[in-house]
């Protein structure tokens, strides 16, 4: 029954009247509060996809490497394919892009035919890919409704299987690249990886992590995860949450109310995060990245990382900090490119056309995720 027919009795039936106006006006305004573009940020996405494999065909084609050696980027490739499916029902439009099949479909490749030249490992990134590989494929599964795994999917668990530290104190985490550029690609973010590896498995149909055979190294996987939280920076803990909501006995109940608390309390007057807030990040000399690292000020990947995160591990919408997060997120879209501005933890390369924009890369795929589950 719309208002505009209720015919209200009296001095109550005038009261509910202006009170059901109310709770419109209000969803209204929070409607509009997250409003977004998402028109905008597939474009910005298909630029950047197709600027990132120009960059890397000619980055293979100057060292003499098959095409194929494109890494699965933590900045790019990862965070968009992530974000694709919540991008298409933003729009309405069902299926992958071709860039997402391109994507996807180099990453199958390279799991199924390892030996291949053009399917080498892509150096540093060595430990790493198995577990960005079973991270898209089982997710790609899942989108798929698949009840069973795909034998890509199964193989590329498998080989990340095989790589899990089984000794010492990192045992039941795997071995992460290094190439000193945080957030994703230092020592320390193996944790993060962990996560990752854990999210995969939580991805995989449920009968998968009931497996006798894969009881020991889950359970040394979920051990690592519990005891080594506490030594983690937020933005490693955050993905250790999303992880949680998809696989049990990650996170302990108390261990998550404290980090989020923790995270209400640093939370921007404005809505954002800045990356002090997801870190203490490693003391770097160039005075740019300095300053990124311990500005109080909002960043455009810093939110959108949380954000994401927070919506993924269950944290509902009618909790005041995310919401102001969201508007954030909805009110700092670039009109111009359609993306969300990122600043780097690593430098600037205001030359550079594909790595001058990696974070913003993230960012926006992150961003996505956030603001189009908000809708749901």
Known sequence: MFLSSVKPSGRLGRFALCAGLGVLAASQTLADDLAWNPQAAGQYLRNRQQAWLDFTAKRAE???????????????????????PALARALGTPGPTPFDVVFTDRIRDKVMR???????????????????????????????????????????????????????????????????LDPWETPEAAYYGTALAALAVGYAPPEYSKRPELKEQLDEMSEYLRQQFHGQIMHHRLAALWASSYLTNLISQADRAATLEELWRSQGADGGWSWSALGPWKT?????????AT????????????????????????????????????????????????????????????????????????????????EN
Request: proline share 6%.
């Open 62 to 84: 100057n060292r003499h490497q098959p095409q194929n050696m494109a890494c699965a980027s933590c900045h790019t490739v990862l965070p968009d394919l992530l974000a694709a």
């Open 114 to 180: 390892p030996d291949a030249p053009q399917n080498a490992r892509f150096g540093y990134l060595h430990s790493a890919e198995p577990i960005i590989s079973a991270l898209v494929l089982t997710f790609d599964d899942r989108e798929q409704h698949r009840k069973t795994l795909s034998r890509e999917a199964e193989e590329s668990l498998r080989r990340m299987w095989s790589e899990q530290i089984s000794t010492g104190k990192e045992r039941g985490s795997w071995a992460w690249a290094d190439a000193s």
């Open 284 to 292: 770097r000399p160039d005075q740019f990245v300095a300053e990124v």
């Open 295 to 374: 500005s109080p000020n909002s960043d455009g990947y810093a939110t959108a990382f949380a954000a994401c995160c927070l919506r993924e591990a269950g944290v509902a919408l009618s909790v005041p900090q995310l919401n102001k997060a969201l508007v954030w997120l909805a009110h700092h879209q670039n009109a111009k490119t359609g993306g969300w501005e990122a600043k780097s933890l690593n430098g600037l390369y205001p030359d550079d056309p594909v790595l001058g924009h990696l974070m913003e890369d993230a960012a926006t795929a992150y961003a996505i995720v956030a603001l189009a589950k908000a």
